[in-house]
């Protein structure tokens, strides 16, 4: 597997998502969970989703596909699915009910983790195939019966595991069930989330693997969510890195790994021995992600931040271009060193690494 | 196929010795049936009559407690359960026989429909967690909080005394004869809406909170919301996915109180003087009517176990978790 490059195609939107925002609680006791989360996914595209625990990343995934379990609540943006068979397109936020349904699964499928308490422990691993493929096509039994064991085949399940119930597959087998139960209906779009978290490492491999070959084969875009960035730098086109249910960065995956925008993406990447190349002193980020309920004021990653300056403190950092600006169009980061409007110091070495390895060491570009 | 017979065994086994400590309580007992008898009848009664009831009673002889103990595995096989003092010499076989459909009819329905209609109202208050629906469940657990004997008091006070509209004792109407005639069922039932009434109010709340708490536990479970995420109708994810592992709780504590039924019912049947076996059993604890009681504790201790039987294999067929292989 090699480290893939970012996709640069003018590839149409598959999924926009918008201004989103989700509470947990109601009234005065709510928790702002998500706040006006922009993210854009296209067609073919595998986009991961990174941050450390409770950073809003499941949160995200869920929201979007208006699966949020109380007391979520989603307060407001837009999440448009443009479906190329345009059979359900539109703002899954505003969706009727049945509408909703019959794009669910269909159209957008989510993988869980499997090996946790995804599936069902009352039924057989087959039943579970086959009601998800009953609720959207009308086929006769056996037909769906054979689709079932034709899915378990493609993730490497022999067929006769359709009569198991799931207390009797083990983790790794259990997260392929999962898999396939997502694709059998060839949706466009297959969220993951922490689809490998809670395997080995020589089982998440295999599941990996095995996610990049079905996708080639059948041409899905996955949102892919973990907390594993060294995982996500092999497996996807891009990443978005979220922290406190903001995201801080957007950008391909190798520019993420090579060139890290947002002192918190620096962060993450000190936290990891790299993959290749140099030995990198690992650092981690000192102290703990914040409290949704007491936010910093202004930038939420200032009390971490080393390069925190005043202005971190005053003004809230929103998602916009780097600070070279028109040459890196298509990456976008939430911090004020970034910012021309503000005034800041020049951005450190760390954050301003150029693809060709050049270093604007104490220049500031501006 | 192997489990099942494993479950029989133990069950087998555990009645066999329900049985054998039946037997063997009463004779640690001080005194004997005669002498209970001699008591009931306040010495009324001349030697002979003394010396034929140790006779009848088959305490004339010296024998063992082993030979006992087979004689009267032998007489319950036979289903001989011995004379009942209270109303001597009926045997207690005929006295069960003739007490236990009435509390089956009465207990036994108003158990499963109380079951059936408390879990339903849960898995609806379960799914709907945080609206409206909420509201209900002080009412709820106001019921669950009150004594059944005072419940049952307190219905006699307004429904059959006050505003007179239902029969405050009996389990029929005293002009009629026992028989399959619609006379005399159509008395039962008017008998019976009351006491079933009460005792389908004082059960249903604990099915409702039970049902509730679970659905709730069971909705927030990943495979709930791939059921969701699939796109399945909603009744189906309510009741296929949610309601359908939740229930697995509830179930065995159904079969539990239907194996209850026989002997859990005492209160219920005291206040409305229903002549069922619970009635029958209160007499017989007052007039220490030991071959009665004997014969009563028998019939609960079997209906327990066969419950719990029951209860195990509806288990093992809903929950293919619990099948030990092998």
Request: hydrophobic letters at 45%.
């Amino acid at each position: 597997m090699t480290i893939t490059t970012p996709q640069r195609t003018q590839a149409e939107p598959l999924l926009e998502i918008r201004n989103l925002s989700v509470d947990y609680g109601y009234d005065d006791d709510a928790v702002r969970a998500l706040s006006n989360v922009n993210l854009t996914l296209h067609r073919g595209e595998i986009l991961g989703l990174a941050g450390e625990s409770g950073c809003g990343k499941s949160t995200l995934a869920y929201a979007a596909t208006r699966l949020l379990p109380p007391p979520g609540v989603i307060t407001g943006g837009e999440v448009l699915f443009t479906s190329s068979r345009s059979r359900e397109s539109g703002d899954l936020l505003r969706m009727s009910d049945k509408q909703l349904r019959a794009q669910r699964w269909r159209d957008t499928a989510i993988v869980f983790q499997g090996s946790m308490n995804a599936l069902n422990p009352v039924y057989k691993v087959g039943k579970q195939l086959i009601d998800g493929i009953a609720a959207h096509e009308k086929m006769s039994r056996s037909a769906m019966r054979e689709r079932a064991a034709e899915l378990l085949t493609m993730v490497g399940i022999s067929a006769d595991r359709l009569d198991s119930y799931p207390h009797q597959l083990s983790g790794g087998m259990r997260q392929r069930v999962m898999i396939a139960m997502a694709l059998a209906l060839e949706p466009e779009l297959v969220i993951m989330d922490e689809p490998t978290t809670a395997l080995d490492v020589v089982m998440q491999r295999q599941i990996v693997e095995q996610i990049i070959e079905l996708k080639d084969k059948l041409g899905f875009s996955v949102i892919f969510i973990t907390h594993d960035v060294s995982l996500l730098i092999e497996l996807a086109d891009r990443i978005a890195i979220m922290y406190a249910g903001e995201i801080v960065e957007d950008a391909g995956s190798r520019e993420v790994y090579h060139e890290p925008r947002h002192p918190y993406t620096a962060g993450l990447l000190h936290s990891f021995p790299p993959l290749r190349g140099p030995k990198r002193e690992l650092g981690g980020i000192p102290g703990s992600p914040p409290d949704l309920l007491s936010l910093p004021s202004g930038c939420r990653f200032r009390t971490r931040c080393p390069y925190a300056v005043d202005a971190c403190a005053q003004l809230v950092p929103e998602l916009g271009g780097t600070v070279f600006g028109d040459e890196e169009p298509h990456r976008s980061v939430a911090c004020h060193l970034h910012d021309d409007a503000v005034d800041t110091p020049a951005v450190p070495a760390e954050l301003a690494v150029r693809p060709e390895g050049r270093t604007l060491l104490g220049v500031d570009p501006r | 196929m192997k489990y099942f017979l494993r479950r029989l065994g133990f069950y087998l086994f555990t009645a066999w010795a329900a049985i054998t400590l039946n037997f063997f309580i009463p004779r640690m007992l001080p005194g004997d049936p005669v002498q209970s008898l001699i008591n009931k009848f306040q010495g009324r009664l001349n030697t002979d009559a003394v010396e034929s009831l140790y006779v009848l009673f088959g305490l004339d002889e010296n024998r063992t407690v082993w030979q006992d103990y087979l004689a009267y595995l032998n007489n319950l096989f036979h289903g001989d359960l011995g004379i009942s003092f209270t109303y001597f010499p009926t045997p207690v076989t005929q006295i069960l026989t003739q007490s236990l459909p009435w509390t089956i009819a009465l207990v036994g329905l108003s158990t499963i429909i109380g079951f059936v209609l408390g879990t339903l109202a849960g898995v609806g208050l379960g799914w709907r967690r945080g609206t409206w629906a909420d509201n209900l469940l002080p009412i709820a657990n106001f019921f669950s909080a009150i004594p059944y004997f005072w419940l049952g008091i307190i219905a006699i006070a307004l429904f059959a005394v006050a505003w007179p509209a239902f029969p405050a004792a009996g389990g029929y109407d005293p002009g009629t004869l026992p028989g399959w005639n619609m006379e005399f069922i159509g008395g039962a039932i008017y008998h019976g809406i009351l006491p079933a009434l009460t005792i389908i109010i004082s059960s249903i709340s604990g099915w409702i909170l039970g049902m509730r708490n679970m659905m709730v536990t069971v909705s927030s479970e990943d495979y709930v919301t791939v059921a969701q995420a699939k796109g399945l109708p909603e009744r189906k994810v309510m009741f296929g996915y949610a309601a359908r592992n939740a229930v697995l709780p509830s179930i065995s504590g159904f079969a539990l109180s239907l194996g209850f039924i026989v002997g859990g019912t005492l209160v219920a049947e005291m206040v409305f003087s229903y002549p069922g076996i619970g009635y029958m059993l209160f007499q017989a604890i007052g007039s220490k009517d030991y071959p009665l009681m004997q014969g009563a504790f028998l019939v609960v201790t079997i209906s327990v176990l066969v419950a719990s039987m029951l209860a195990d294999f509806v288990y093992a067929f809903l929950d293919p978790r619990t099948r030990v292989e092998g």
